[in-house]
């Protein structure tokens, strides 16, 4: 048995008639998460966790038709029990658990496993069948403990108010940029770009609190950021804002930082691992928790990743898909050493 199939639109529950994270237009889309790979325009209704809704409003449409749920919250959908459980990927990001006649399907969008002080943190959802990513799914991707991780970027902070520099930090606007909000905050004052400001609203329109953080712009002085915090989207890096800035020393967060190093890209200073996926025993880690006869593997090292749960004795099977085109994969890995 089966209640979710894969079809040119995108994961089908066809005894639920409707779609999970759909790349065409559906009738009734069940959205994971706000990342644009995931929660795309063009569907006629949306159904999503109820902090995924103002970020589907202002990336896609502010008139859309959204139905909104609860982490632990159930509804039935033609004979379905829907529910949606925390995937510890970005603000309101959840996993979708589906139940037919006591089968359990469970497609997890993005998520990490470790707690990062502002997603919900991830819970693991028993169930037959289950949709994993493998964005980072090789054993050479480990990421540090989020302590460690952000001591050592308080450390390349300070490191640069001692030479009077200020810290730009290049990072996704939705999901990395509020993480290094609340990791960083009271180390100075923070500044980030209209794109990751108007996310921030977004966030905070559910009662979630930000560190406060002020606009940056080509007419902010440089007096104001010399010494401070500023965090961009990827788009800008190496653009003039950058330039204008007072000695900026630029740091990439990805989580392709930890094998490949800063170094790949010009106009960068330092790399750090910041990635809001699973790490390799993070993915594992999951898939285990679940219990699940079924691993489907999706956008990633699928090969390996699923090849290596085979051999362990988890029946798995790769999956295309249409997800991976933002997030960490926005900054991307090079394809030589010159770009």
């Not at 959205?31 to 949306?46: F, L, N, V």
């Not at 002080?117 to 819970?123: C, H, Q, R």
């Not at 949709?131 to 302590?147: A, R």
């Not at 740091?251 to 930890?258: D, E, F, H, K, L």
């Amino acid at each position: 048995m089966s209640i979710i199939t894969f079809t040119n639109k995108g994961i089908y529950c066809p005894q639920g008639k409707f779609y999970i994270d759909p790349w065409l237009p559906v009738d009734h889309a069940v959205i994971t998460h706000g990342h644009a790979d995931h929660a795309r325009r063009g569907s006629k209704h949306y159904l999503c966790h109820k902090y995924t809704e103002p970020i589907l409003r202002l990336r896609i449409d502010p008139a859309l038709s959204i139905s909104t749920l609860d982490y632990n919250e159930t509804i039935f959908i033609n004979g379905v029990k829907l529910s949606m459980f925390p995937a510890g990927h970005i603000v309101g990001s959840a996993q979708i658990r589906l139940e037919y006649e006591g089968y359990v399907a469970v497609i997890s969008g993005d998520y990490k496993t470790e707690y990062d002080g502002i997603s919900t943190a991830f819970e693991p959802v028993r169930c037959n069948e289950f949709v994993t990513e493998s964005t980072f799914g090789l054993p050479i991707y480990n990421w540090l403990p989020q302590h460690e991780l952000f001591g050592g970027i308080r450390d390349w902070i300070a490191n640069n108010q001692l030479q009077d520099k200020t810290s730009v930090f290049i990072a996704y606007s939705l999901g990395k940029a509020q993480r290094l909000m609340k990791g960083l905050e009271g180390t100075a004052k923070l500044f980030v770009h209209n794109s990751i400001n108007n996310l921030n609203k977004a966030i905070e329109s559910n009662g979630i609190v930000l560190p406060q953080a002020e606009l940056v712009t080509m007419e902010t002085p440089r007096t104001e950021t010399q010494n401070q915090v500023v965090i961009l989207p990827p788009a800008l890096l190496g653009t003039n804002l950058i330039k204008k800035l007072s000695s900026a020393s630029v740091a990439i967060c990805s989580g392709w930082m930890q094998v490949r190093g800063s170094r790949r890209w010009q106009a960068a200073d330092a790399g750090f691992a910041v990635s809001d996926h699973a790490d390799w025993s993070g993915l594992l880690s999951a898939i285990k928790a679940t219990g699940a006869e079924k691993v489907y593997v999706t956008h990633g090292s699928t090969a390996t990743f699923s090849k290596y749960l085979n051999e362990i004795g988890i029946e798995a099977a790769e999956v295309a898909t249409q997800y991976g085109k933002e997030d960490d994969e926005e900054i991307g890995e090079p394809k030589n050493e010159e770009e």
